[in-house]
């Protein structure tokens, strides 16, 4: 079993930056498809980066392209998520996923970390 551990949310002001870290000790996540999913307030869960395995490619949601960077740190075993000039709509909880395999992200990832907290306030 996968237990995917996330970290770095916190509060940051409009504008500011965090960077969001997904492990998985005893686990090597190089071989998985990698997701950071969040939920905001009143909304569904939405997909909003992915990387994948084997294939090596990376999708954002539109939301957040050009300011946040999914990357992968293979000997840390670590994938983290770059969020910068957030704005109040980032406010959600975040979550990792990681399934072996998988060409695309979606509500259908094997594991799942419990999620971090970032809020947006001035």
């Known amino acids: 079993q996968v237990q995917l551990v996330e970290t770095g949310g916190g509060l940051v002001q409009?504008?500011?930056?965090?960077?969001?870290?997904?492990?998985?000790?005893?686990?090597?996540?190089?071989?998985?498809?990698?997701?950071?999913?969040?939920q905001s307030p009143g909304k569904e869960r939405e997909a909003v980066s992915c990387s994948t395995r084997p294939l090596g490619?990376?999708?954002?949601?539109?939301?957040?392209?050009?300011?946040?960077?999914?990357?992968?740190?293979?000997?840390?075993?670590?994938?983290?998520?770059?969020?910068?000039d957030l704005k109040l709509e980032d406010i959600a909880i975040y979550y990792c996923a990681a399934s072996p395999g998988m060409t695309m992200c979606s509500d259908s990832m094997r594991y799942w970390g419990k999620g971090t907290l970032v809020t947006v306030s001035s």
């Not at 504008?15 to 090597?28: D, E, I």
Request: glycine share 10%; aromatic share 16%.
């Open 14 to 38: 409009p504008g500011g930056s965090l960077r969001l870290s997904c492990a998985a000790p005893g686990f090597t996540l190089n071989s998985y498809t990698i997701g950071w999913f969040r």
């Open 57 to 84: 490619t990376t999708y954002y949601a539109d939301s957040v392209k050009g300011r946040f960077t999914i990357s992968r740190d293979s000997p840390k075993n670590t994938v983290y998520r770059q969020m910068n």
